[in-house]
Protein backbone atom coordinates (compact mmCIF):
# COMPACT_ATOMS: atom_id res chain seq x y z
CA UNK A 1 0.00 0.00 0.00
CA UNK A 2 1.16 3.48 -0.35
CA UNK A 3 2.90 4.97 2.91
CA UNK A 4 0.55 6.52 4.99
CA UNK A 5 3.20 9.44 6.15
CA UNK A 6 2.37 10.65 9.60
CA UNK A 7 3.66 13.31 11.89
CA UNK A 8 3.93 13.32 15.18
CA UNK A 9 2.07 15.72 17.45
CA UNK A 10 3.69 16.73 20.49
CA UNK A 11 1.08 16.70 23.68
CA UNK A 12 -0.52 20.14 24.61
CA UNK A 13 -3.33 22.16 25.20
CA UNK A 14 -6.29 23.52 22.71
CA UNK A 15 -9.07 25.41 23.66
CA UNK A 16 -12.23 24.51 21.94
CA UNK A 17 -14.90 26.81 21.44
CA UNK A 18 -19.10 25.73 19.70
CA UNK A 19 -20.32 29.08 18.49
CA UNK A 20 -23.94 27.90 18.41
CA UNK A 21 -23.95 26.24 21.65
CA UNK A 22 -21.54 28.81 23.29
CA UNK A 23 -19.39 26.82 24.84
CA UNK A 24 -15.83 26.89 25.40
CA UNK A 25 -13.64 23.96 26.88
CA UNK A 26 -9.84 23.27 27.18
CA UNK A 27 -8.36 20.10 26.17
CA UNK A 28 -5.40 18.41 27.26
CA UNK A 29 -4.01 15.98 24.70
CA UNK A 30 -1.51 13.52 25.09
CA UNK A 31 1.15 12.87 22.04
CA UNK A 32 -0.51 11.41 18.77
CA UNK A 33 0.33 11.16 15.36
CA UNK A 34 -1.33 12.24 12.52
CA UNK A 35 -1.55 11.76 8.42
CA UNK A 36 0.55 14.41 6.37
CA UNK A 37 -1.91 14.94 3.67
CA UNK A 38 -5.58 13.82 3.63
CA UNK A 39 -6.44 10.35 2.20
CA UNK A 40 -5.57 9.75 -1.49
CA UNK A 41 -7.62 8.52 -4.47
CA UNK A 42 -4.94 6.24 -4.46
CA UNK A 43 -5.01 5.03 -1.21
CA UNK A 44 -8.27 4.54 -1.51
CA UNK A 45 -8.25 2.60 -4.00
CA UNK A 46 -5.53 0.10 -3.12
CA UNK A 47 -7.42 -0.70 -0.18
CA UNK A 48 -11.21 -0.49 -0.36
CA UNK A 49 -11.55 -0.73 -4.62
CA UNK A 50 -12.60 2.53 -5.15
CA UNK A 51 -11.82 4.19 -8.75
CA UNK A 52 -8.97 6.97 -8.96
CA UNK A 53 -9.54 8.94 -11.54
CA UNK A 54 -7.02 11.38 -9.69
CA UNK A 55 -4.47 9.66 -8.17
CA UNK A 56 -3.40 12.40 -5.64
CA UNK A 57 -6.23 14.51 -5.17
CA UNK A 58 -7.98 13.83 -1.71
CA UNK A 59 -10.09 10.97 -1.77
CA UNK A 60 -13.87 12.42 -1.35
CA UNK A 61 -17.22 11.14 -1.80
CA UNK A 62 -16.42 8.91 1.14
CA UNK A 63 -19.09 9.05 3.89
CA UNK A 64 -17.66 8.74 7.40
CA UNK A 65 -18.38 5.09 8.00
CA UNK A 66 -16.18 4.03 4.69
CA UNK A 67 -13.89 6.31 6.25
CA UNK A 68 -13.82 3.96 9.40
CA UNK A 69 -13.68 0.88 7.35
CA UNK A 70 -10.73 2.31 5.16
CA UNK A 71 -9.06 2.49 8.97
CA UNK A 72 -9.37 -0.80 10.14
CA UNK A 73 -8.53 -2.25 6.90
CA UNK A 74 -5.26 0.09 7.11
CA UNK A 75 -4.51 -1.57 10.49
CA UNK A 76 -5.17 -5.03 9.09
CA UNK A 77 -2.73 -4.20 6.18
CA UNK A 78 0.04 -3.00 8.37
CA UNK A 79 -0.50 -5.80 11.55
CA UNK A 80 -1.91 -3.38 13.64
CA UNK A 81 -4.93 -3.90 16.14
CA UNK A 82 -8.40 -2.64 14.64
CA UNK A 83 -9.60 0.60 16.53
CA UNK A 84 -12.96 0.08 15.73
CA UNK A 85 -15.60 -2.65 15.95
CA UNK A 86 -18.71 -3.18 14.36
CA UNK A 87 -22.06 -4.10 15.77
CA UNK A 88 -24.39 -3.30 12.34
CA UNK A 89 -23.68 0.01 12.12
CA UNK A 90 -23.03 1.27 15.84
CA UNK A 91 -19.21 1.61 15.95
CA UNK A 92 -16.83 1.76 19.15
CA UNK A 93 -13.60 2.66 19.57
CA UNK A 94 -11.29 1.20 21.44
CA UNK A 95 -8.66 3.86 22.99
CA UNK A 96 -5.97 1.11 23.93
CA UNK A 97 -6.02 -0.41 19.99
CA UNK A 98 -2.80 0.98 18.15
CA UNK A 99 -4.34 1.12 14.82
CA UNK A 100 -5.33 3.73 12.29
CA UNK A 101 -8.43 6.01 13.18
CA UNK A 102 -9.98 9.02 12.90
CA UNK A 103 -8.66 11.82 14.87
CA UNK A 104 -10.58 13.67 17.51
CA UNK A 105 -11.85 17.23 16.61
CA UNK A 106 -9.61 18.28 19.67
CA UNK A 107 -6.81 16.42 17.97
CA UNK A 108 -7.68 17.86 14.44
CA UNK A 109 -7.60 21.12 15.69
CA UNK A 110 -4.94 20.80 17.78
CA UNK A 111 -2.69 19.39 14.82
CA UNK A 112 -4.25 22.14 12.24
CA UNK A 113 -3.56 25.16 14.69
CA UNK A 114 0.50 23.70 14.89
CA UNK A 115 0.66 26.68 17.64
CA UNK A 116 -1.20 29.52 16.23
CA UNK A 117 -4.07 31.41 17.84
CA UNK A 118 -5.32 33.31 14.98
CA UNK A 119 -8.25 31.77 12.53
CA UNK A 120 -5.34 30.71 9.63
CA UNK A 121 -1.93 29.16 10.62
CA UNK A 122 -0.72 31.18 7.39
CA UNK A 123 -1.66 33.36 4.84
CA UNK A 124 -4.95 32.44 3.63
CA UNK A 125 -3.86 32.16 -0.12
CA UNK A 126 -0.25 30.69 0.44
CA UNK A 127 -2.00 27.80 2.87
CA UNK A 128 -5.13 27.04 1.95
CA UNK A 129 -7.31 26.26 -1.59
CA UNK A 130 -10.56 27.97 -0.96
CA UNK A 131 -13.47 29.75 -3.44
CA UNK A 132 -10.91 32.87 -4.10
CA UNK A 133 -8.71 30.53 -6.24
CA UNK A 134 -11.36 29.60 -8.53
CA UNK A 135 -11.09 26.00 -8.75
CA UNK A 136 -13.99 23.66 -9.27
CA UNK A 137 -12.76 20.36 -7.54
CA UNK A 138 -10.42 19.53 -5.08
CA UNK A 139 -6.56 19.75 -5.69
CA UNK A 140 -3.41 17.43 -5.25
CA UNK A 141 -3.04 17.25 -2.10
CA UNK A 142 -0.06 19.38 -0.89
CA UNK A 143 -0.21 21.89 -3.83
CA UNK A 144 -0.39 24.70 -1.01
CA UNK A 145 1.82 25.70 2.14
CA UNK A 146 2.52 23.42 5.41
CA UNK A 147 1.69 24.35 8.56
CA UNK A 148 4.63 24.00 11.32
CA UNK A 149 3.81 20.74 12.50
CA UNK A 150 4.17 19.83 8.62
CA UNK A 151 0.56 18.65 7.95
CA UNK A 152 -1.04 19.93 4.29
CA UNK A 153 -4.20 21.57 3.70
CA UNK A 154 -5.53 21.12 6.93
CA UNK A 155 -8.07 24.28 5.75
CA UNK A 156 -8.91 24.47 2.43
CA UNK A 157 -9.43 21.47 -0.32
CA UNK A 158 -11.55 19.35 1.49
CA UNK A 159 -13.29 19.06 5.21
CA UNK A 160 -12.02 16.41 7.01
CA UNK A 161 -13.74 13.84 8.82
CA UNK A 162 -13.80 13.25 12.45
CA UNK A 163 -14.47 10.51 14.95
CA UNK A 164 -16.90 13.20 17.33
CA UNK A 165 -20.73 13.32 17.56
CA UNK A 166 -21.52 16.69 16.42
CA UNK A 167 -24.01 17.28 18.91
CA UNK A 168 -25.91 13.77 19.96
CA UNK A 169 -29.45 15.73 21.54
CA UNK A 170 -29.96 17.80 18.16
CA UNK A 171 -28.47 15.90 15.57
CA UNK A 172 -28.89 12.03 16.51
CA UNK A 173 -25.73 10.34 14.74
CA UNK A 174 -24.17 13.46 13.16
CA UNK A 175 -20.18 13.11 13.00
CA UNK A 176 -17.87 16.45 13.05
CA UNK A 177 -16.39 17.38 9.94
CA UNK A 178 -13.51 20.43 10.04
CA UNK A 179 -11.33 22.30 7.29
CA UNK A 180 -13.74 23.71 5.06
CA UNK A 181 -13.39 23.19 1.48
CA UNK A 182 -12.14 24.47 -2.32
CA UNK A 183 -15.70 26.12 -2.44
CA UNK A 184 -15.89 27.86 0.92
CA UNK A 185 -14.51 31.33 2.15
CA UNK A 186 -12.53 32.60 4.45
CA UNK A 187 -14.81 32.39 6.96
CA UNK A 188 -15.47 28.66 6.72
CA UNK A 189 -11.97 27.71 6.21
CA UNK A 190 -11.18 28.64 9.65
CA UNK A 191 -9.02 26.33 12.14
CA UNK A 192 -12.35 26.17 14.45
CA UNK A 193 -15.25 26.19 12.57
CA UNK A 194 -17.23 22.99 13.12
CA UNK A 195 -19.69 21.23 11.13
CA UNK A 196 -20.89 18.03 10.83
CA UNK A 197 -23.33 15.62 9.15
CA UNK A 198 -25.27 11.83 8.72
CA UNK A 199 -22.20 9.13 8.61
CA UNK A 200 -23.57 8.34 5.37
CA UNK A 201 -23.31 11.41 3.78
CA UNK A 202 -20.85 11.26 1.17
CA UNK A 203 -20.24 14.50 -1.06
CA UNK A 204 -17.52 16.50 -3.58
CA UNK A 205 -15.31 18.39 -0.56
CA UNK A 206 -15.60 16.04 2.06
CA UNK A 207 -12.83 13.65 2.70
CA UNK A 208 -10.94 12.32 6.33
CA UNK A 209 -7.35 12.28 7.00
CA UNK A 210 -6.17 9.46 9.77
CA UNK A 211 -4.86 9.37 13.17
CA UNK A 212 -2.97 7.07 15.35
CA UNK A 213 -2.24 6.28 18.89
CA UNK A 214 -3.35 4.47 22.21
CA UNK A 215 -4.50 5.57 25.15
CA UNK A 216 -4.90 3.82 28.56
CA UNK A 217 -8.49 4.89 29.70
CA UNK A 218 -10.94 3.07 28.17
CA UNK A 219 -14.53 4.81 26.47
CA UNK A 220 -12.18 8.30 26.86
CA UNK A 221 -9.45 9.85 24.86
CA UNK A 222 -8.20 13.13 23.39
CA UNK A 223 -11.76 15.63 24.33
CA UNK A 224 -13.70 12.64 23.97
CA UNK A 225 -15.75 10.20 26.24
CA UNK A 226 -18.06 7.62 25.89
CA UNK A 227 -19.79 9.24 28.86
CA UNK A 228 -19.96 12.36 27.51
CA UNK A 229 -21.77 11.10 24.20
CA UNK A 230 -24.68 9.92 26.57
CA UNK A 231 -24.81 13.05 28.73
CA UNK A 232 -25.31 14.74 25.38
CA UNK A 233 -27.76 13.01 24.22
CA UNK A 234 -30.16 12.69 27.00
CA UNK A 235 -30.08 16.70 27.21
CA UNK A 236 -33.79 17.94 26.81
CA UNK A 237 -33.42 21.77 27.47
CA UNK A 238 -34.29 24.53 24.74
CA UNK A 239 -33.08 24.94 21.63
CA UNK A 240 -30.35 27.65 21.01
CA UNK A 241 -31.90 30.00 18.49
CA UNK A 242 -31.35 29.36 14.51
CA UNK A 243 -30.67 25.57 15.94
CA UNK A 244 -32.19 23.50 13.36
CA UNK A 245 -34.34 20.77 14.97
CA UNK A 246 -33.44 16.97 15.01
CA UNK A 247 -34.58 14.90 11.91
Not at 9 to 37: C, M, N, Q, W, Y
Not at 87 to 106: F, H, M, S
Not at 201 to 220: E, N, S, V, W
Amino acid sequence: MRDLELARIPAGSVALHDARRKTRSTVELEAFEIGVFAVTQDQLAELLGEPASHPRRPATEVSWQRAIRFCNAASEWEGLDHAYAFDGEVITWDVEADGYRLPTEAEWEHACRAGSTGPHYGPLAEVAWTSTDGVSTPQDAGGKLPNLHGLFDTLGNVWEWCWDLLDPARYDDYRVFRGGGFADDAWSVRASVRRGGSPRLAQDDLGFRIARGAFATPGAAQGWSAEADRERAAYDGPLPPGWTPRR
